[in-house]
């Protein structure tokens, strides 16, 4: 170019444009040096937009944290409950010689009369025993009324120890452990009743149960016939 066209204004227009391309490019020089230089050491800055929650949203829980919170709970040793101290069975009176026997300590049998036959003027005879298991002597009633002897012949009542009795009926006995006490019976083979009749019929032929009762025990049945 000739040297006399860059004096005057078309002169100062040239080396205006030159200084500007030169600044253009220092700057664009600087912006990749400060990107390159703050890209490897320092945190990337997310837009606005990505970095502020919307408005009404719920912000996510932290996985971490609430694995660890999830761990804790986990693992934490649960409050103890309180085991109710076991109450102390009551201890049982040691029993005292002399006091009336309890039915757990006494063993009734019964003998005789198991499928025998009783021809003509035979009577049946019968043997009951009541032994005493428990720890010391003690006392029961074997009266006509609480151990109650009784001869049945199907559902008909035919004889009884508890009918017609005089006085008081009741009979206290000591039983020692271990001793039986032995009562024998023999039957005249007629019937009896509560009405206590003077000549009571005699029995028919036939055959007969007998059993012997005492408050809540019982004896095997002893069955008989009459000829």
């Not at 109710?84 to 009336?100: D, L, V």
């Not at 300590?105 to 005789?112: E, K």
């Not at 035979?122 to 151990?147: E, H, I, K």
Request: net charge positive.
């Amino acid at each position: 170019m000739d040297p006399d066209t860059m004096r005057g204004d078309g002169g100062d227009i040239y080396w205006r444009r030159r200084m500007s391309v030169l600044v253009a490019v220092l700057v664009v020089v600087a912006v990749v040096a400060w990107a390159c230089s703050s890209g490897g050491s320092g945190p990337q800055r997310t837009s606005g937009a990505q970095s502020s929650p919307s408005v009404g949203a719920t912000p996510s829980a932290d996985p971490l944290l609430a694995g660890l919170r999830t761990l804790a709970m986990g693992t934490a040793s649960p409050s103890p409950t309180p085991t109710p101290s076991p109450k102390a069975a009551p201890q049982e009176r040691p029993r005292r010689p002399g006091e009336p026997c309890a039915e757990d300590d006494l063993v009734l049998s019964l003998q005789g009369g198991r499928e025998q036959i009783y021809a003509g003027d035979s009577r049946p005879s019968f043997l009951v025993t009541l032994v005493n298991t428990g720890p010391v002597m003690c006392t029961a009633d074997v009266g006509p009324r609480a151990m109650e002897i009784r001869i049945t012949s199907g559902a008909d009542r035919i004889w009884s120890t508890a009918d017609c009795v005089s006085g008081e009926g009741s009979e206290v006995k000591e039983l020692q452990r271990g001793v039986p006490y032995v009562r024998s019976l023999e039957w005249d083979r007629r019937r009896s009743s509560s009405d206590c009749r003077s000549t009571p019929p005699a029995a028919l032929p036939g055959t007969y149960v007998t059993t012997v009762r005492m408050g809540k025990l019982r004896t095997d049945k002893g069955i008989f016939h009459l000829r």
